[in-house]
């Protein structure tokens, strides 16, 4: 049990807000695209950039997956529209190494080396796991609900069994999708 803590003053200093948007393209492809947005309540002065104002972008970032069905990373867009410091933009490239891989398990570890530490961008490279989460959601979501008998399979049924509160034996979602499930039977 969470304690509530006594009401303290608190002023804001820092707001991050990361906007996540899943589509199936025309050709088939998905789409996932995560934004980046962090502004500072206070006045900041940058070296590149000078005076920020209040509610201005420190940072203003872009990172889109396109995939596959199967996950397979087929297209990688970067943009950096507002960072810190001039030389920041120089880390979208890095990205691109990103082709080829597929989300899945480890894949995190398999996409940090592609695009490296020093090459790459801290707060896009932290985009990857909400991206992938956003892909499987964003495919799965569609298929569930739009063609008959997805995610009612017995590989399904392994992949998502006890993988969450939502999907623990005895939840109302492995009763719904299925019905003929007994604790025990995998």
Same mark, same amino acid.
């Given at each position: 049990m969470h304690k509530q803590s006594k009401n303290v003053a608190r002023a804001l200093m820092h707001n991050r807000n990361i906007?996540?948007?899943g589509y199936l393209r025309e050709d088939?492809?998905?789409?996932?695209? %995560?934004?980046?947005a962090d502004t500072k309540s206070h006045v900041i002065n940058l =070296?590149?950039?000078?005076? *920020? =104002?209040?509610?201005d972008h420190l940072h203003h970032m872009i990172l889109t997956l396109v995939v596959d069905e199967s996950l397979? *990373?087929?297209?990688? $867009? %970067?943009?950096? *529209?507002?960072? =810190?410091?001039?030389d920041c933009p120089g880390a979208e490239a890095p990205y691109q190494a990103l082709v080829g891989v597929r989300i899945g398990s480890g894949w995190l570890d398999e996409a940090r080396a592609a695009i490296g530490r020093v090459s790459g961008c801290t707060h896009l490279t932290e985009l990857l796991p909400v991206l992938a989460t956003a892909a499987i959601q964003t495919i799965n979501g569609y298929k569930l609900h739009? *063609?008959?008998?997805?995610?009612?399979?017995?590989?399904?049924?392994?992949?998502?069994?006890?993988?969450?509160h939502g999907f623990r034996e005895g939840? $109302? %979602?492995?009763e719904y999708y299925w019905p003929d499930h007994r604790s025990g039977e995998h």
């Open positions: 906007d996540v948007k088939g492809l998905w789409e996932v695209e %995560a934004v980046l =070296p590149d950039r000078g005076d *920020i =104002p209040v509610g397979l *990373i087929k297209e990688v $867009r %970067a943009n950096m *529209i507002d960072t =810190p410091h001039s739009h *063609i008959e008998g997805h995610g009612r399979s017995d590989k399904d049924k392994q992949r998502m069994l006890n993988s969450c939840g $109302r %979602a492995v």
